[in-house]
């Protein structure tokens, strides 16, 4: 069966600190991968993904994240956090034929301190 | 944002009522999704919907039933509702396509005392 996992369950950092949240899968086959941030009091919205191709991606507010297969990683990282990056993120993981379901991670808190 | 509203946004209830939430949406997605967030486990899958009136069940689905009649909506009920049930639940979109992203709603915060 597919898991996530994400080791860091609450990362706390300064502002202009480098970041990278761990995650790692457990599915061996074919995979697409998500992060998704929330934001307080908000619901989830995709940071970035991947399906194939380069496997360093780049999403949105200077987020990036990099697939290494043979790691069964996607890990995130951002060179410089600011205050408002402080939210809770999720991976997540999809095999194309898994009828649309995907599975998360138990997510990872990060807070910043300003 | 995704076209997605979900109704209640919060509830609070008592053990053993019934309680449905609703989401909506203006995507005209074939794939809907009931999810539910709790504190350290992310967000699980309850049920979700490849159609009208196709449904299935997720990883957490006992104690809820959905009903889909019509594409963009989907109801979440719970027959009888359990303290273990307090949770956020989320609702989600997909096109079902190969390459898929699934997109979310606001949630529901219910509490069940």
Not at chain 1, 48 to 56: A, E, I, R, T, V
């Amino acid at each position: 069966a597919q898991s996530v996992s994400q080791h860091n369950h609450h990362v706390i950092l300064s502002e202009a600190a480098s970041l990278e949240l761990g995650c790692n899968y457990s599915y061996g086959g074919t995979v697409n991968l998500f992060w998704y941030v929330q934001y307080p009091g908000q619901h989830l919205q995709l940071l970035l993904k991947y399906f194939s191709g380069d496997p360093l991606v780049k999403g949105i507010k200077g987020f990036e994240a990099e697939f290494i297969k043979s790691k069964f990683s996607f890990n995130l990282r951002k060179p410089s956090v600011q205050w408002s990056d402080t939210a809770e993120y999720f991976c997540a993981v999809k095999a194309p034929s898994s009828a649309s379901k995907i599975i998360f991670g138990s997510g990872t808190r990060l807070s910043i301190r300003p | 944002d995704a076209g997605i509203t979900q109704s209640p946004r919060h509830k609070v209830t008592e053990t053993g009522t019934p309680v449905t939430l609703r989401c909506h949406q203006t995507e005209n997605h074939r794939y809907m999704y009931w999810y539910r967030q709790d504190p350290g486990h992310g967000l699980r899958l309850i049920h979700y919907s490849y159609g009208v009136k196709d449904t299935d069940k997720g990883e957490v689905s006992d104690g809820y039933s959905v009903s889909r009649s019509k594409t963009e909506d989907f109801l979440l009920t719970l027959e009888s509702a359990t303290s273990s049930q307090t949770s956020v639940y989320f609702c989600a979109i997909g096109n079902a396509q190969a390459q898929e992203t699934q997109y979310f709603g606001p949630g529901t915060r219910l509490l069940v005392l």
